[in-house]
C-alpha cells in the first residue's frame, strides 16, 4: 500500500513538473503556474469535506488560467505557418497605420537606402547619410533587429534576412556605424546602441546587407529630415500606380496611359510635370511591365486638369532611365506649388506605355502573316509563370545559358525589356530556376541597362569554371491583366489546391460555375496554376466531391477546355465557348488542381545515346517477356521461335533538372507487376522511342515501361535517394540522373523489316503527361541515324529546343513534345 502512495505522489509530481515546463516553453507568466500550484496545494485540504471531484473544481478555478494557456499555444501553432504568406485570393490580416516617428531633438538625423551590387530592388548594402556625406553599417554584432529598424525606417513592413562580409559588394565613404545592439523597436537607426557615430574599427569588406519585405507599411509617409541635401536621398513612398483618366483607356486591360501617381502618408497624389523627363518615364513604364515609353495627346489632359484640381506630392522624381524601380531613383526638388494648390507652370505627369507583343489590347494594325518575324536571341525557360525563367540565347545556331557572375538588377532588364516585358522584378543566380543543358555561352555580363539586346552588353567569352548550377535567370514585371480574377479554387485544404471555379458572363451578368472535367489533364491545370500566380501543377484531378466549392457555383460554366499548357489565361485555351457540352456534370466531376512552387525537369542526354547505340540479332526465343510487354514489332507475332530479331540498342541517361523531385504519379500500391520480368511498373509508359523516315513517316516504333525510377547517379554533394532494391520508393532526385543501359529488355527499336537508308531517331520522356514538369519541351530528343544492313550510326543528336528554328527545320517531323501527343 505504502508502495502504490509512494508511487502515486512521484506520478503527481511528475506532471507538475511536466507542466512547469510547459508553461516555461509556452511563454506563460509564472505568476499563473504558481498560483495554479499554491490553490491545488490548499483546495486538496478541501476536498475530503467537498464532495466535487478535483476535475470539477479544476474547470471551476482555473478556467481563466487555462484560457490564457489555450490562446498561447494557439498563437505558436499559427507562427509555424506565418513564412508560408497569403496567396493571391487571401485576404492578409490587418496592418497597424503608420505613424511618423517623433524625434527628440537630439537625436542624430540620418536618411538610409540600399545600394550595391542588388538583385532586387528591396535589398542592398546598407547605407547611412550623415553628416552630408554616405557611409556604411559594419556586420559587427548585426542582428535581425538591427534589419527590422533599416527595413522599418525605410518604409517595407519587415526584414526577411540580413548578410554580412559586403554580400553587396564594397561601399565607401566612412563606416558610420558599428556594434549596433537594436531592440527592432527603435524609430531609426540612430536610436539603436552603437560605439558611436563614426566609431568603428572596421573595413568596408565587412559592410552589411539586408533583405526587406516586398510589402510596403500602410500609410507610410517619407518624411524628410534633411532639406538640403534632397538630391541625395532615395525615392520612399508606399506605392505608385498608373491611373487612367480618358474614358478610352480606363476599360482597356492592361492600363497603358495615365497620370502617375505616388501613395505618401495613405493619399494618392499627382506628380509636377515641371521637371520631368522621358527617363522618368521609361521606368515608370519598365515597373508596370512595359518595355517602353511612347508620346500621349497633352491638350486632352490639360482640358481635365482645369476641370479637376490635382493634389500634388510634395517632390519631383529624377531618374537615369536604367533604374528597374521606382525606389532606386533620387528625390528632385522640392515641388513648388502656387496659392490656388497648382504647380508652377506645369500639369500633373502623364505617361503612356508601350505593351509588349503578348499583352496589346488590341491586335498590330497593318500586321500580315506574310511578314516572317526574326529569330529570337534570347528566351526564358523553366519558369512557373509568364515572365520568369532561365535565360538561354542564342549562339551559332544552339540554345545556351548565361552564368551568374556579375549578374545584376541591369543585365536581367535589358533581357526583360527585349522579351518584351518590363523592367526585372529580381536576378535570380545559382540555377534557381532549373538548370539548362549544353553550352555555357555568356559569362560576367555587364550592362548599361539601354542596350535593345543583351547580346549588345559586354561579356566575358571565357566561360571556363561555369557550370549550369551557376545558370543565371529573371523574374520580370508582367502588366496587370487581371487574369486572377476571374478564376479562383475553392474547397482545398489549402489555398493551393481545391476545385477550378471560373468567372462567366451570363445572361448580362457576372456568376462564378465549374469546369467540365472530361479530358481534364495536367496541360489545363498547368494553366490555372499560372494564372492564379500559383506555381506548377502538381496534379489535375476529374473528381473533387471531396472538396466542397461554393453551392452556388456547381453548375457547369465551361467544358471541351484543351490547352497547350503555355496559355496566360483558361479562357485562352480551346474551349466550346457557350455550346456546352458536360454528360457527367459538374459539382462532385468537376475539374480540380493542386498546385506547386516547384517541378521536375527531365531532360535526356543525347550525347549518352550517340555513343551507345549498337544494333544486336537476337533470337525469338530469348525475347519472350519482351514480347509479352510489346516491346516488339507487331510483326513478330508470325514468326517461328527459332528466327532472330534485329534490335537497335542504346542506353538513355535521364537527368532531372528542375526544382523539385520526379515521382510517379501511380501511389505504390497500385503499381502494376508484370511477372515475366519480375518487376513493377510505375509508370506504364515512361519512354517512346520512333525510328521516322526523312519525309517525317514512322518506321518503327518502340516503348519503355519505368519499371525502376531510381537515382543511378548524382552530382557532388547530393545524396541517392531513391533506389528500386526491396520494392523501394521510385524517383529521380534534383541533381541526380536514372540511366536505362543498353543491355536491359525494351531498350531498343525492333528495326528487322527496315530497309538500308537514312533516318531519323526520336525519343519522349514522360509522352503522356503523367507528371508534370516545368518545361516539356526538353523532353524529346532527336538523331540523325544510318542504316547499311549491317552498322548502324546515330549522329547529330540534340535535345527538343536546343537549337535554332532553321536547324530544327532540317529535322523532320514534329519539333516538340506539346505538339506530338495530344
Not at 564594397?170 to 557615430?197: M, R, V, Y
Not at 473533387?544 to 496566360?568: H, I, K, N, Q
Amino acid at each position: 500500500m505504502r508502495g502504490s502512495e509512494s508511487l502515486e505522489r512521484r506520478s503527481k509530481k511528475k506532471k507538475t513538473a511536466d507542466f512547469g515546463l510547459w508553461s516555461e516553453h509556452t511563454g506563460l507568466h509564472s505568476a499563473c503556474y504558481r498560483s495554479l500550484q499554491e490553490r491545488t496545494a490548499s483546495e486538496g485540504t478541501v476536498l475530503s469535506s467537498d464532495k466535487r471531484t478535483p476535475t470539477k473544481m479544476m474547470a471551476t478555478h482555473y478556467l481563466p488560467c487555462c484560457t490564457v494557456t489555450l490562446l498561447v499555444l494557439l498563437k505558436l501553432t499559427l507562427a509555424q505557418y506565418e513564412h508560408l504568406g497569403y496567396p493571391p485570393g487571401y485576404p492578409d490580416p490587418e496592418q497597424e497605420q503608420y505613424t511618423a516617428p517623433q524625434l527628440a531633438p537630439d537625436t542624430p538625423r540620418i536618411q538610409l537606402r540600399l545600394a550595391g551590387d542588388k538583385r532586387k530592388h528591396n535589398e542592398g548594402r546598407v547605407e547611412v547619410f550623415y553628416n552630408s556625406e554616405w557611409g556604411t553599417v559594419c556586420d559587427d554584432d548585426f542582428t535581425i533587429h538591427a534589419a527590422q529598424v533599416v527595413c522599418r525606417e525605410l518604409g517595407y513592413l519587415e526584414a526577411i534576412s540580413w548578410s554580412p562580409s559586403s554580400k553587396y559588394g564594397k561601399g565607401q565613404g566612412p563606416i558610420w556605424f558599428d556594434n549596433l545592439h537594436c531592440t527592432g523597436k527603435e524609430k531609426t537607426l540612430a536610436l539603436c546602441p552603437s560605439n558611436g557615430i563614426g566609431v568603428s574599427d572596421c573595413k568596408h569588406s565587412e559592410d552589411v546587407g539586408v533583405v526587406c519585405s516586398d510589402k510596403r507599411i500602410p500609410g507610410f509617409k517619407f518624411v524628410n529630415t534633411l532639406p538640403n541635401h534632397v538630391e541625395n536621398l532615395d525615392i520612399q513612398v508606399e506605392d505608385a500606380r498608373i491611373r487612367p483618366i480618358l474614358s478610352s483607356y480606363r476599360k482597356r486591360i492592361p492600363v497603358t496611359e495615365g497620370y502617375v501617381e505616388v501613395k505618401d502618408g495613405g493619399k494618392w497624389k499627382q506628380i509636377c510635370n515641371t521637371e520631368w523627363t522621358q527617363f522618368n518615364s521609361r521606368v515608370i513604364c519598365g515597373m508596370f511591365g512595359f518595355p517602353g515609353e511612347r508620346k500621349y495627346n497633352a491638350r486632352v489632359y490639360k482640358m481635365f486638369a482645369r476641370r479637376r484640381k490635382p493634389t500634388y506630392w510634395d517632390f519631383s522624381v529624377n531618374c537615369t532611365g536604367n533604374e528597374a524601380h521606382l525606389s532606386s531613383c533620387k528625390l528632385g526638388q522640392a515641388t513648388s506649388l502656387k496659392s490656388n494648390g497648382t504647380c508652377a507652370e506645369g500639369l500633373p505627369v502623364v505617361v503612356s506605355c508601350v505593351p509588349g507583343r503578348a499583352f496589346s489590347p488590341t491586335p498590330m494594325t497593318g500586321f500580315r502573316k506574310a511578314f516572317k518575324q526574326e529569330q529570337a536571341l534570347v528566351r526564358l525557360r523553366g519558369g512557373a509563370i509568364v515572365g520568369e525563367g532561365r535565360v538561354e540565347v542564342l549562339k551559332n545556331g544552339e540554345w545556351g545559358t548565361i552564368c551568374d557572375d556579375s549578374w545584376s538588377l541591369l543585365s536581367a532588364t535589358v533581357v526583360c525589356r527585349e522579351l518584351g516585358f518590363g523592367t526585372a522584378k529580381e536576378a535570380l543566380s545559382g540555377g534557381r530556376l532549373g538548370q539548362g543543358m549544353g553550352p555555357v555561352h555568356m559569362n560576367e555580363v555587364e550592362c548599361s541597362g539601354f542596350e535593345k539586346s543583351i547580346t549588345e552588353c559586354y561579356f566575358n567569352k571565357d566561360a571556363l569554371g561555369c557550370s549550369h548550377e551557376e545558370d543565371a535567370a529573371v523574374r520580370c514585371n508582367v502588366p496587370a491583366m487581371g487574369f486572377q480574377e476571374r478564376l479562383r479554387l475553392s474547397g482545398g485544404r489549402n489555398p493551393y489546391e481545391g476545385r477550378v471555379e471560373v468567372l462567366v458572363e451570363k445572361n448580362g451578368s457576372l456568376v462564378w460555375g465549374t469546369v467540365c472535367s472530361e479530358g481534364w489533364g495536367t496541360m489545363e491545370a498547368m494553366v490555372v496554376c499560372r494564372q492564379l500566380g500559383l506555381g506548377f501543377a502538381s496534379n489535375a484531378f476529374q473528381e473533387t466531391w471531396y472538396w466542397p466549392g461554393e453551392v452556388s457555383a456547381d453548375s457547369v460554366v465551361m467544358s471541351g477546355v484543351r490547352c497547350s499548357g503555355t496559355e496566360m489565361s483558361l479562357s485562352y485555351c480551346l474551349h466550346h465557348g457557350a455550346h456546352l457540352s458536360c454528360p457527367k456534370g459538374g459539382g462532385r466531376n468537376a475539374a480540380g488542381v493542386s498546385c506547386s512552387e516547384t517541378a521536375p525537369d527531365l531532360v535526356l542526354n543525347p550525347q549518352v545515346v550517340e555513343q551507345t547505340t549498337y544494333m544486336e540479332d537476337r533470337p525469338m526465343f530469348m525475347l519472350q517477356c519482351a514480347y509479352e510487354e510489346n516491346c516488339l514489332a507487331s510483326a513478330s507475332s508470325q514468326v517461328p521461335a527459332n528466327s532472330y530479331r534485329r534490335l537497335l540498342r542504346f542506353s538513355s541517361q535521364i537527368h532531372n533538372n528542375g526544382q523539385s523531385d520526379f515521382r510517379p504519379k501511380a501511389s505504390r500500391h497500385s503499381w502494376v507487376w508484370h511477372d515475366c520480368h519480375r518487376h513493377y511498373h510505375s509508370m506504364e509508359v515512361f519512354t517512346i522511342y520512333d525510328l521516322f523516315s526523312l519525309n517525317g513517316t514512322k518506321v518503327a516504333e518502340g516503348h519503355k515501361a519505368s519499371f525502376c525510377l531510381e537515382d543511378s547517379e548524382c552530382d557532388e554533394g547530393i545524396e541517392k535517394r531513391y533506389e528500386c532494391a526491396n520494392f523501394g520508393d521510385q524517383g529521380i532526385t534534383v541533381g541526380c540522373w536514372d540511366t536505362y543501359r543498353h543491355d536491359i529488355d525494351c531498350q531498343w527499336v525492333d528495326i528487322t523489316d527496315i530497309k538500308p537508308g537514312d533516318y531519323i531517331f526520336q525519343i519522349i520522356i514522360n509522352p503522356n503527361y503523367e507528371v508534370p514538369e516545368s518545361d516539356y519541351t526538353n523532353n524529346i530528343m532527336k538523331c540523325r541515324c544510318r542504316y547499311d544492313g549491317h552498322r548502324v550510326w546515330m549522329y547529330s543528336c540534340h535535345n527538343g529546343g536546343s537549337l535554332s528554328t532553321e536547324t530544327e527545320q532540317t529535322f523532320p517531323g514534329l519539333l516538340n513534345n506539346q505538339v506530338t501527343h495530344r
